[in-house]
């Protein structure tokens, strides 16, 4: 909790080129995790418990939500809200007193939090949250937490930007204009992306899509979750977000707010159906972060919700308490992506799949390509042969490894000279997935 705070080096900003963030002039790689519940469910204790095995972990922002509705109550029966009024925070019990330890704690620790003032399709959608009392609510946010260095404000909540855009619009240029040194995003409903309601507002810094947690052959389910005719479907593919989103003017980053969560139900809502595990949440980071992102949002299932009675169903599927869920292995492996990019200069760096030149192939069989001047990176899910074009290193000599996205050990190959073709073949080991390293002398 001594260490160097990211903001120490100035405060959080998009990169000149639109397409990350720096503190500063120091490079910031968004890690986040999902916790919506934390402010309602953990102890003080239980909160610091987390944020340093987050912390070890590499992670270096949590996302959580001050409210899920009109009559939220944190675990000690506190109120957010007198009679459900968002323009009546209830200061009486210790309900705000709490979210001050806690963000104050995060402060102490060095972690950002990227905050929902209100769930927007349990506030907003339901019209609780409203034009008549948006503006004393966020002002009430603005006074108590304009101050913290660690935070970056999140509109929506897993919603539809038109379900009340004009709410939504007047809560984002609230908090712009009372907090203009913080980023502001938007939280969008599942298989969308901000791009699609909020493009060029000026109060959005950065887009957010969430990819969900949906296979390839689970478009319609006939569920409350399916999206609509007009919203494009990518199955799995979450790193065509990313395309999509830097094609949209004017320039922004964007981000997985939300992937398949690990030991989630595959679809959410048949229990018949398998979870999703480490090696599926390995793919949702590397694909958009190798295609652009700013960095990636990892979440578990029992986290997002801080399971703790075995004896009771959890949401969709979740069986382990969030203290077991703490040690899923998909959350310590993010770890090794974080160091990976930024063992580069990867601000300057950008997708280069045109470089395979043989062996691409669609769904679980692409190969993702991010390079820059002196390094590239290759991510291989299925471990199948590809060749790679390495005519931009011409003249260059490149050290050669396989990279464990596993363990993150680094296997040296050989060293080779740039500007003719390269061909990887990965192990052929079941369930494995492989990142080629070349790196410049």
Not at 310 to 317: C, D, I, N, T, V
């Amino acid at each position: 909790m001594n260490g160097k705070k990211p903001w120490e080096a100035g405060r959080l900003t998009v990169s000149e080129n639109g397409r990350y963030l720096k503190n500063g002039d120091a490079p910031f790689f968004w890690l986040g995790d999902t916790a919506w519940l934390l402010f309602h469910e953990l102890t003080m204790e239980e909160t610091k418990n987390y944020f340093r095995n987050r912390l070890e972990k590499g992670f270096t922002i949590i996302l959580s939500d001050f409210t899920h509705g009109a009559a939220q109550k944190n675990r000690t029966g506190s109120c957010a809200l007198i009679d459900g009024d968002f323009a009546r925070p209830d200061t009486s019990g210790d309900f705000w007193d709490h979210i001050d330890e806690v963000i104050s704690l995060a402060r102490d620790m060095g972690l950002y939090m990227g905050i929902l003032p209100a769930w927007g399709s349990a506030a907003v959608k339901p019209g609780t949250l409203n034009m008549d009392n948006v503006e004393a609510y966020v002002d009430f946010v603005a006074k108590r937490y304009g101050a913290y260095e660690n935070l970056v404000w999140i509109v929506g909540g897993d919603v539809r930007g038109d379900v009340n855009e004009a709410v939504f619009n007047r809560m984002g240029e609230l908090l712009k204009e009372k907090m203009p040194d913080k980023l502001v995003g938007y939280h969008p409903f599942g298989r969308t992306s901000s791009t699609e309601w909020f493009c060029g507002k000026d109060w959005l810094d950065f887009h957010m899509f969430q990819s969900g947690h949906r296979r390839y052959d689970q478009m319609k389910l006939n569920a409350w979750d399916d999206n609509v005719p007009k919203e494009n479907w990518f199955g799995e593919d979450n790193w065509k977000y990313v395309f999509r989103d830097q094609q949209r003017e004017p320039n922004k980053p964007t981000i997985d707010g939300e992937p398949s969560y690990e030991h989630v139900l595959q679809g959410l809502h048949d229990e018949t159906q398998p979870y999703w595990q480490a090696r599926d949440v390995r793919r949702y980071a590397y694909w958009p972060v190798f295609a652009g992102a700013f960095g990636h949002t990892y979440g578990d299932n029992s986290i997002m919700q801080f399971h703790k009675d075995k004896s009771k169903k959890g949401a969709f599927g979740a069986k382990d308490t969030w203290m077991e869920a703490l040690h899923h292995p998909g959350s310590g492996q993010m770890k090794h992506l974080k160091e990976l990019i930024t063992s580069v200069d990867y601000q300057s760096g950008k997708a280069r799949d045109e470089l395979v030149i043989r062996g691409q192939g669609e769904q679980y069989e692409r190969k993702a390509v991010f390079a820059g001047e002196d390094y590239l990176f290759c991510y291989d899910y299925a471990g199948t042969e590809f060749v790679l074009n390495l005519k931009p290193y011409t003249g260059k000599k490149l050290d050669a490894y396989w990279f464990d996205p596993e363990s993150g050990i680094y296997s040296y190959i050989e060293t080779i000279e740039g500007g003719s073709a390269y061909a990887a073949m990965p192990s052929k080991k079941a369930d494995t997935d492989w990142v080629l390293v070349l790196k410049a002398q």
